[in-house]
C-alpha cells in the first residue's frame, strides 16, 4: 500500500477556488488512478472524479464545469481544483488510489482527509 | 445515478456479537461492490470484495455474500478493534457511489 496525504486550506471563502493536493509516499503512480472522495457531515462518501496517469480525467457529473484534476507524477503529488465554492461543498475531502484487481477496481490507499469549510 | 441503500444506518453490539450489514443497490451491479472500514480521524480501510473468492487479506471473521442488487458483510465474533463504521462502494458505472455507512458501537 502507498501512503496518501492530502494539503490544502481549511477554511475557503464562498464563491472562491478550492486547491488541494494529495501527496503519495512508498509507491509509485503509475498504472493506477487517483481519486477524489469527500464525505458532508452526517453524509454519505461522495466520490467527486479521478485522474489517471496519462492525465486524463473522470468527473463526477453533478460537479463538472466546477472542477478540475491534474497530476504530476515528478513530484508524487496530483490536485484538485473545485471552483464557484459554496456552503455545500463544506465536507471532509479524502484522496485515494483505485487499483485493478483481477477485473475489479477497489481503493486501496486512502489519506487521511483534510477538513474544509467554505466560510466567510 | 445508482444509488447504494446501506441497513442499519448504526448498531450496537458487543464482542463476541454476530453483526450483519446489508447494501441494496438501485440497479443489478453483479459483483462491482466493495466494502470498507473506517474508524474516525484515520483512513479508510479496503475490507474486502463482494467476489468472495477474490483474496483481500480481511480476518476471517469477515465474510460477504450476495450478488446483483443485494449484498451482505457479516462479521462472524465481533472483536474490540471492529468498532467503526463500515460503508459500500459500486463500482459498476460511474459515478461511483457509496453506501450511507452502518457504524457499529458498543
Known amino acids: 500500500q502507498a501512503q496518501l496525504q492530502e494539503s490544502g486550506p481549511g477554511l475557503v471563502s464562498p464563491s472562491e477556488t478550492l486547491s488541494l493536493t494529495c501527496t503519495i509516499s512508498g509507491g509509485s503512480m503509475s498504472s493506477y488512478y487517483w481519486s477524489w472522495i469527500r464525505q458532508a457531515a452526517g453524509k454519505e462518501m461522495e466520490w467527486i472524479g479521478r485522474?489517471?496517469?496519462?492525465?486524463?480525467?473522470n468527473y463526477n457529473p453533478s460537479l463538472r464545469g466546477r472542477l478540475n484534476m491534474s497530476i504530476d507524477m515528478s513530484k508524487n503529488q496530483f490536485s484538485l481544483k473545485l471552483k464557484s465554492l459554496t456552503a455545500a461543498d463544506t465536507a471532509i475531502y479524502f484522496c485515494?488510489?483505485?487499483?485493478?484487481?483481477?477485473?475489479?477496481?477497489?481503493?486501496?490507499?486512502w489519506g487521511q482527509g483534510t477538513l474544509v469549510i467554505v466560510s466567510s | 445515478d445508482i444509488q447504494m441503500t446501506q441497513s442499519p444506518s448504526s448498531l450496537s453490539a458487543s464482542v463476541g456479537d454476530r453483526v450483519t450489514i446489508t447494501c441494496r443497490a438501485s440497479?443489478?451491479?453483479?459483483?462491482?461492490l466493495n466494502w470498507y472500514q473506517h474508524k474516525s480521524g484515520e483512513a479508510p480501510k479496503f475490507l474486502m470484495f463482494a467476489a468472495s473468492g477474490l483474496q483481500s487479506g480481511a480476518p476471517p471473521r469477515f465474510t460477504v455474500s450476495g450478488s446483483g442488487t443485494d449484498f451482505t458483510l457479516t462479521i462472524t465474533s465481533l472483536q474490540l478493534e471492529d468498532f467503526a463504521t463500515y460503508f459500500c462502494q459500486q463500482t459498476r458505472r460511474a459515478p461511483l457511489t457509496f453506501g450511507g455507512g452502518t457504524k457499529v458501537e458498543i
Open positions: 440497479q443489478t451491479i453483479d459483483l462491482d
Open positions: 485515494a488510489r483505485e487499483r485493478p484487481y483481477r477485473g475489479y477496481d477497489y481503493l486501496d490507499s
Open positions: 485522474v489517471y496517469t496519462t492525465g486524463s480525467t
